[in-house]
T-cell receptor
Framework: AQRVTQPEKLLSVFKGAPVELKCNYSYSGSPELFWYVQYSRQRLQLLLR??SRESIKGFTADLNKGETSFHLKKPFAQEEDSAMYYCALPHPNAGGTSYGKLTFGQGTILTVHP | DTEVTQTPKHLVMGMTNKKSLKCEQHMGHRAMYWYKQKAKKPPELMFVYSYEKLSINESVPSRFSPECPNSSLLNLHLHALQPEDSALYLC????????????????FGPGTRLTVL
């Protein structure tokens, strides 16, 4: 069964420190993965898509198929990065192509202290 | 317009009331979604509409009734809700659902905070 695991419910770092939010997945095909972020009192926003290999707000994420991981990293955390972060995996339809249903991990609350 | 909008922002209703949540997008997306989110939990999918047709119903109780009048609008009709239905209800849209790849991901609205008394 398709599954996304974010092992850390809470993660605290100091400003300027590196941060890594872990995401592991279980999926039988070639996955597409996303990171979503939800700042306090704001809407859920798409942060990163693995397929675009982009860097947003200094965050990057690399898909590691051998370790089935898609960890989110930032070399120097900022206070404004404090938020809830969700890793998400689209479900395949019967034909094996991506569908509209997302499996979310349980989320990691990141707190960046001054 | 690159946003998903939802009204109302907050809604308080009794268990015998009938109310509706509304969602709108003008990005030309042909897939729209309703999610339920409890505090500090990930969104739980309720319904998916693809090209104005209901394509996924995640075994949601019939007291929740979705409607997609056109490609830009999505409603969620509420009737005889229970206190445990209190949550943040999120609407989302994406370029495609059935048969396509949502590579660009889903765009979420700000949600409606629902309280059932």
């Amino acid at each position: 069964a398709q599954r996304v695991t974010q092992p850390e419910k809470l993660l605290s770092v100091f400003k300027g420190a590196p941060v890594e939010l872990k995401c592991n997945y279980s999926y039988s095909g070639s996955p597409e993965l996303f990171w979503y972020v939800q700042y306090s009192r704001q809407r859920l926003q798409l942060l990163l898509r693995h397929i675009s290999r982009e860097s947003i707000k200094g965050f990057t994420a690399d898909l590691n198929k051998g370790e089935t991981s898609f960890h989110l990293k930032k070399p120097f955390a900022q206070e404004e990065d404090s938020a809830m972060y969700y890793c998400a995996l689209p479900h395949p339809n019967a034909g094996g192509t991506s569908y509209g249903k997302l499996t979310f991990g349980q989320g990691t609350i990141l707190t960046v202290h001054p | 317009d690159t946003e998903v909008t939802q009204t109302p922002k907050h809604l308080v209703m009794g268990m015998t009331n009938k109310k509706s949540l509304k969602c709108e997008q003008h990005m030309g997306h042909r897939a729209m979604y309703w999610y339920k989110q409890k505090a500090k939990k990930p969104p739980e999918l309720m319904f998916v509409y693809s090209y104005e047709k209901l394509s996924i119903n995640e075994s949601v109780p019939s007291r929740f009734s979705p409607e997609c009048p056109n490609s830009s609008l999505l409603n969620l009709h509420l009737h005889a809700l229970q206190p445990e239905d209190s949550a943040l209800y999120l609407c989302a849209s994406s370029q495609d659902a059935a048969g396509g790849s949502p590579i660009v991901g889903q765009f979420f609205g700000p949600g409606t905070r629902l309280t059932v008394l």
